[in-house]
């Protein structure tokens, strides 16, 4: 089956500065999402993108479908942005099936 | 505010005893999933319905677990009889063209 990379595995930043997160995927996919899994444990959408560039406040994600990869920017941090991210894509042949990345942890302090 | 929802929030039980996890979808969505987030395998997917047909159940220990769909409103998973190894939280999401929403999860607990 179709395989996701993330990285980093571990992230800590100042509030204030800016990340970047990849999501490497092995296959062809129509559907990638990123959620973002607070400390409470709810999974929370933040970019359905199969393809493209979409922004949505402090977030942005861009979605290179040819080349296999997504980044997912988190600028100005704050302390709530802390918690697991996750990438998740259907691969062409897996019907609705999200198969997930093992997540960036992110750690944000004051 | 259309949200997935799942109950119970939290379950605790021995082995041995049934569990019945219950999913309401968000109204409008014809697919459902079932997923397993645990620190080993992080998330799985369990089952999957379209339109209330199961199509792929096979991320499931079929001589234990269960999963049905007996209306639009109200997906079920079931697990008899529980054992430790099952620990895990329960997630279920509704999905509207290829776009997946999550339910807050129920946490299960098998001593």
């Known amino acids: 089956g179709i395989q996701v990379e993330q990285s980093p595995p571990d992230l800590i930043l100042q509030e204030g500065a800016n990340s970047t997160l990849r999501c490497n995927f092995s296959d062809s996919v129509n559907n990638l999402q990123w959620f973002h899994q607070n400390p409470w444990g709810q999974l929370i959408n933040l970019f359905y993108?199969?393809?493209g560039t979409k922004q949505n406040g402090r977030l942005s994600a861009t979605t290179v479908a040819t080349e296999r990869y997504s980044l997912l920017y988190i600028s100005s941090s704050q302390t709530t942005d802390s918690g697991v991210y996750f990438c998740?894509?259907?691969?062409?042949?897996?019907?609705?099936?999200?198969?997930f990345g093992q997540g960036t942890i992110l750690t944000v302090h004051p | 505010d259309a949200r997935v929802t799942q109950t119970p929030r939290d379950k605790v039980t021995e082995m041995g005893q049934e569990v019945t996890m219950r999913c309401q979808p968000i109204l409008g969505h014809n697919t459902v999933f079932w997923y397993r987030q645990t620190m080993m395998q992080g998330l799985e997917l369990l089952a999957y319905?379209?339109?209330?047909?199961?199509?792929?159940d096979s991320g499931m220990p079929k001589d234990r677990f269960s999963a049905e769909m007996p209306d639009a409103t109200l997906a079920t998973l079931k697990i008899q009889p529980s054992e430790p190894r099952d620990s895990a939280v329960y997630f279920c999401?509704?999905?509207?063209?290829?776009?997946?929403?999550f339910g807050p999860g129920t946490r299960l607990t098998v001593l």
């Open positions: 319905f379209r339109n209330r047909a199961p199509l792929d």
């Open positions: 993108i199969p393809s």
């Open positions: 999401a509704s999905g509207f063209r290829q776009e997946q929403f």
């Open positions: 998740a894509v259907v691969g062409g042949t897996s019907y609705g099936k999200l198969t």
